[in-house]
């Protein structure tokens, strides 16, 4: 029997605490990036949710609540493209109205330059933004919709000029297609306050082709920049934070590598995530979610929805990265776009 009134103590079988909440707000995105959402898979005949079956934004803040009384410190926000659901601003002012806690937003940054002041004033602190290459030709073969860097380099200014900060800037890396862009990345961002990510080509779901050859290994992308702009690794900010961060010796900011495939952090992660639909996922590599939007509109109370949620996290023992076989990674696993990164 789980004691509702000591949410905060509750953890999983490896003794994890719940302290980040990802929510997907929609399965849907204006990119068709090959390693989230290849078109040949998600073309015009693809069948999205159907809008009803989308959580509320009033379902959405219900749940954020009662993941505030199992400590969740990190809320953050994704899709698909967050910024595709109509009125997100009014998301974020719900939710900013739960408490102040942190409110992030991951996003490919398309439509961020219009939306990046309404955000803020409504209440989000910061924003994450996709970018995979800084040439065009690269930029626009990965995002597979004629999307220019140059609109994503102004949306990263308007976040910053509304003090959407500090932006992080994620850039996916897949060997023989944007390796090359390595180091422009890190020297286009170096100095200017932005943290870049290096994020290793992870095999989430079972639609973008992975193949372990395919993969540039985090320590691999450490030395090819620290050959040029000498580096040193830097303490986590806090337990189960997913990027391994290092500095510049010579004071240019700091970058962060998520290596979930060479250097798996299962042993830390604290995180949950919600999919637009309700469905709660206790890891990014799994298959099957556990259903709270039934039980919400069921018109279950809030004591009954609580108990769900800890029975789900007193019980999980997932740590898919550090048992990763060549078998496994080609299992059934939900798509990214529809869980949420």
């Known amino acids: 029997?789980?004691?509702?009134?000591?949410?905060?103590?509750?953890?999983?079988?490896?003794?994890?605490?719940?302290?980040?909440?990802?929510?997907?707000?929609?399965?849907?995105?204006?990119?068709?990036?090959?390693?989230?959402?290849?078109?040949?898979?998600?073309?015009?005949?693809?069948?999205?949710?159907?809008?009803?079956?989308?959580?509320?934004?009033?379902?959405i803040t219900r749940l954020v609540k009662l993941f505030r009384g199992f400590g969740v410190r990190k809320v953050r926000l994704?899709?698909?493209e967050p910024l595709l659901?109509?009125?997100?601003?009014?998301?974020?002012?719900?939710?900013?109205?739960?408490?102040?806690f942190d409110l992030t937003m991951t996003t490919n940054g398309a439509l961020l330059a219009?939306?990046?002041?309404?955000?803020?004033?409504?209440?989000?602190?910061?924003?994450?933004?996709?970018?995979?290459?800084?040439?065009?030709e690269t930029f626009m073969a990965m995002n597979d919709v004629q999307v220019p860097v140059s609109q994503i380099l102004e949306a990263i200014e308007a976040a910053e000029r509304a003090g959407l900060t500090p932006i992080k800037v994620n850039m996916v890396v897949k060997r023989n297609v944007n390796e090359h862009s390595l180091?422009?990345?890190?020297?286009?961002f170096r100095g200017r306050g932005i943290i870049l990510r290096f994020i290793e080509f992870m095999d989430v779901g079972s639609t973008n082709a992975w193949r372990m050859e395919d993969v540039v290994p985090a320590k691999e992308i450490v030395a090819?920049?620290?050959?040029?702009?000498?580096?040193?690794?830097?303490r986590p900010n806090y337990r189960g934070?997913?990027?391994?961060r290092y500095r510049y010796r010579d004071g240019g900011g700091e970058i962060g590598l998520i290596a979930s495939v060479t250097q798996p952090f299962c042993g830390d992660?604290?995180?949950?995530?919600?999919?637009?639909?309700?469905?709660l996922f206790t890891c990014l590599f799994a298959s099957e979610g556990h259903d709270l939007k039934r039980l919400i509109r069921e018109g279950a109370d809030d004591d009954t929805i609580a108990a769900a949620i800890a029975q789900c996290w007193s019980t999980r023992a997932d740590r898919y990265s550090e048992i990763r076989t060549a078998e496994s990674s080609g299992g059934p696993k939900v798509e990214m776009s529809y869980i949420g990164g």
């Open 241 to 244: 934070e997913v990027a391994h």
């Open 85 to 100: 659901r109509r009125g997100v601003e009014r998301l974020v002012a719900m939710l900013r109205g739960v408490g102040d």
């Open 1 to 59: 029997m789980v004691n509702l009134h000591k949410l905060e103590d509750v953890r999983d079988t490896l003794q994890r605490p719940l302290r980040d909440l990802r929510i997907s707000v929609t399965d849907r995105c204006n990119f068709r990036c090959r390693y989230c959402m290849p078109r040949e898979v998600f073309g015009p005949d693809y069948k999205f949710l159907p809008r009803q079956e989308l959580l509320s934004f009033e379902e």
């Open 224 to 234: 090819r920049i620290d050959a040029v702009h000498p580096l040193e690794p830097l």
């Open 114 to 136: 219009d939306k990046a002041e309404a955000l803020r004033q409504a209440g989000l602190n910061r924003v994450s933004v996709s970018l995979d290459a800084l040439d065009d």
């Open 269 to 279: 992660c604290s995180r949950a995530r919600i999919t637009a639909d309700g469905a």
């Open 78 to 80: 994704t899709g698909g």
């Open 183 to 188: 180091l422009p990345m890190a020297e286009h």
